[in-house]
């Protein structure tokens, strides 16, 4: 890995690291990339180390403290992560708009995302000694997209006739000791029915697998020139729900788990209710969407009287009368109306709303939070009532607070004509940092993630 910048007088330094050399080796690890560098660090109990260095090829060693990198005063180059050459039926990448953020369009199907941050990947690209090193280092979970056991299926969802078979696959990662959280999503059709019923069966019969969410496919707006699909109606996702909830209870008895779980998105879709939170276990597939209404429920009843002590702490200093406005998207409003809206009234003088966010960007039939564009948002607010304060969801923002379409939360408050908007995943965070130290100004994050 090269080495980009080294700090004056740093360990570093003083061990005469420069820029534009490469490390190769920690102790007996080499190395090629971050989780190389975390693994060989990890994996001694020695309080210094060997560091071996190549510059114009030649190598020198260093005894440095067995220390990330960055505590040493140096900093390697990121890494490069394999795309997708798959060329999915259902590709929500090849379903973007133009005019998003950079970054956006890249299709990444690379196991060490996956172990990192829970990324799915197919499989359809591990080498011999991807295998090895997955065994090796123990990369464990890893998130697959398995979609069907059936591989005439699965190949032809994934626009790869050569996509090795899932469920050998998935049984070698299982004999190395890997444990798995694995997705079908659901195309009508394709890979539904019978289909659907043998691949829930394939893989929740394997111990290795931790977790199954089923999602349906998510289609926008902007689908020309791709593989006409129809979307999961009513009366497929009820099929779906009870494919499911069919093996739950069986499933808990042998192995103490459901293993099984359909997103939130299918019970809306089939008005259905969502089951309750214990259904849900330890909420293993909450980032697919499942569980994601019971666990928000959970946890904001279980803030809320957080909220109620701090009005109650500033007593005469606390807002005679505070106007909120939580922005969101089609699938979550109505039930955030029902429970929000009434808690904040019961504590305290707060009147809160709910904004249900079209989304012009993707087009009405997405509906979630997170894929809300700054503008459409924008605009929302700007047609609504004049609020205290807004509430923008975190989620519609990645790390850096930027939206879809490339927006900050001042952008979002400067076209809404806005005075205080905030990003928050927290409602009651929020709301107590605005009320403890009220300003006006957009504010990218107000609370700590759920």
Known sequence: MRIVHVEERSAARKAGFRAGDSLVRIGDVAVSDSLDVAYALGSSDAEETTFTIERSGGIFTRELPAAHPGSLGFTLEEDRYRSCSNRCVFCFVDQLPPGLRAGLSF?????????????????????????????????????????????????????????????????RLADSGIELHTQIVVVPGMNDGDVLSKTLDDVAAMRAVSSVAVVPVGLTAHREGLTPLEPVDAALASSIIEEVEGRQEGLLRERGSRVVFASDE??????????????????????????????????FAARTPALERCLAELGDRAPERLTVTIATGSSAAPFLSRLVVPALA??????????????????????????????????????????????LPAEALNADGVTLDGMTVDDVAALAGANCVRASRDVIDALIEHVASPADGARPEGGTPR
């Not at 879709?269 to 849900?280: H, K, L, M, Q, V």
């Not at 504590?347 to 960007?361: F, H, R, S, T, Y």
């Open 346 to 391: 019961r504590a305290g003088p707060i009147e809160a709303k709910v904004l249900e966010v079209e989304n012009n960007l993707f087009g009405p039939t997405v509906t979630v939070a997170g894929l809300l564009a700054g503008r459409d948002m924008a605009s929302a607010l700007a047609a609504g009532e004049r609020t205290d304060l807004a509430l």
């Open 107 to 171: 299709k990444d199907e690379d196991y060490r995302l996956s172990f990192a941050f829970g990324n799915y990947i197919t499989l359809t690209n591990l080498s011999e000694a991807d295998y090895g090193r997955i065994a090796r280092q123990r990369l464990s979970p890893l998130y697959v997209s398995v979609h069907a056991s059936d591989d005439d299926v699965r190949r032809k969802l994934l626009g790869n006739p050569g996509a090795p078979p899932i469920m050998e696959s998935l049984q």
């Open 266 to 299: 299918l019970y809306r879709g089939a008005g259905r209710t969502c089951p309750p939170a214990e259904a849900y276990e330890d909420f293993p597939q909450l980032e697919n969407g499942v569980g994601l209404i019971r666990s928000f429920e959970r946890e």
